[in-house]
């Protein structure tokens, strides 16, 4: 049951991937597509440090990226992410985690739940990205998580 979490954050950078592939390349960092996908990561990249109990203070997770230095936080944060999920087990899962959410309220969540959060926070605005993209004339990918499951067994 453990090993569902490392999946479903592969499954989240599969998809993050794909839409960041499918976008135009002439989008500007405000764009709406090019924008949300830049929160994903950044609130991605924010949980990671509120959970590793790191400084997160400086970081904004609504701070926007162009495509090429979104490619590369992508990346960065599968393999971060990936380092801080094999280590864990269910007394790990079950501990709390103590944070400050973005209006400096003090917050305790177990972290089982914060991951569950992380990778549903991005596919809500992966439906919103995919809403933009058909609104602007394109054609965004499909990234349901069976079909991660169907790729990833071939």
Request: charged share 20%; with cysteine; glycine share 6%.
């Amino acid at each position: 049951m453990i090993n569902i979490y490392a999946d479903l954050f592969a499954y989240d950078h599969w998809a993050n991937c794909a839409i960041l592939a499918a976008l135009p390349d002439d989008l500007a960092p405000t764009d709406r597509p090019l924008a949300l996908l830049s929160h994903v990561a950044g609130a991605k990249r924010l949980w990671l440090l509120r959970l590793q109990g790191g400084d997160y203070q400086g970081v904004d997770p609504f701070a926007t990226m162009i495509q090429a230095e979104l490619t590369l936080e992508l990346d960065s944060l599968s393999d971060d992410w990936d380092a801080y999920l094999s280590h864990m087990d269910a007394t790990w899962l079950a501990a709390s985690c103590s944070y400050n959410d973005l209006k400096g309220n003090p917050q305790k969540s177990p972290v089982g739940d914060l991951l569950v959060h992380v990778v549903n926070h991005g596919t809500y605005h992966r439906g919103q990205i995919a809403t933009s993209l058909r609104e602007s004339g394109h054609q965004p990918p499909s990234t349901d998580y069976i079909l991660y499951s169907r790729a990833k067994r071939k």
